[in-house]
């Protein structure tokens, strides 16, 4: 099972660039979440979605997009990247309701 | 707004020694809250988590939570601290009942020394 799966798993990019990481889950949760986390800060939500078609902000949604067409596919834009967007991040599905969120392995992205 | 406060960024303890973990959060609603592990280079794994129901929680791992209404705590331990707990907790907390939306702690590391 391969449950919550990230691509890339690193990545550096230069200032203005643009790219999509990749977050798919095998489990047919109905939500999924971006979050990103930085030293401590723990980790903080930039947009959530509670079903295909359905997404949300968090609370630092500055600077990326998402959108989700399929249960199982949940992509985080950043359309121009800027240093402070360097961080981990990861993406989490889970059932409605107090259930267990499983999260992917992470995606340190280095911005330049 | 509901937040989530992790009192000491850094705990270090012996192997063998109890382990205390110290999370108080806000809320003005009956909250649900969670213990998350992450081991270095890893994602976050569940440990336990509170849903109203009983206050002494018990997770993976010998750990438990103990659900204090009027300490607006959920403190984790472990009575007895090994090697490979090592790693970093995060409470957490979820404003909507959902986990889809979860507000964390600024996170604890925990250092086990033989």
């Known amino acids: 099972n391969a449950g919550v799966t990230q691509t890339p798993k690193f990545q550096v990019l230069k200032t203005g660039q643009s790219m999509t990481l990749q977050c798919a889950q095998d489990m047919n949760h109905e939500y999924m979440s971006w979050y990103r986390q930085d030293p401590g800060m723990g980790l903080r939500l930039i947009h959530y979605?509670?079903?295909?078609?359905?997404?949300d902000q968090g609370e630092v949604p500055n600077g990326y997009n998402v959108s989700r067409s399929t249960t199982e596919d949940f992509p985080l834009r950043l359309l121009s990247a800027a240093p402070s967007q360097t961080s981990v991040y990861f993406c989490?599905?889970?059932?409605?309701?107090?259930?267990?969120?499983?999260f992917g392995q992470g995606t340190r992205l280095t911005v330049v | 707004a509901q937040s989530v406060t992790q009192l000491g960024s850094h705990v270090s303890v012996s192997e063998g020694a109890l382990v205390l973990l110290r999370c108080n959060y806000s809320s003005s609603v009956p909250p649900y809250l969670f213990w998350y592990v992450q081991y270095p280079n890893q994602g976050l794994q569940l440990l336990l988590k509170?849903?109203?129901?009983?206050?002494l929680v018990k997770g993976i791992n010998g750990f438990e939570a103990e659900f204090k209404k009027s300490e607006t705590s959920f403190h984790l331990t472990k009575p007895s601290a090994h090697m490979s707990d090592a790693a970093e907790y995060f409470c957490a907390v979820s404003p909507s009942g959902n986990t889809g939306k979860l507000i964390f702690g600024q996170g604890t590391t925990l250092q086990v020394k033989p």
């Open positions: 509170y849903t109203s129901a009983a206050t």
């Open positions: 989490a599905s889970s059932l409605p309701g107090p259930s267990e969120a499983f």
């Open positions: 979605s509670v079903g295909a078609g359905i997404t």
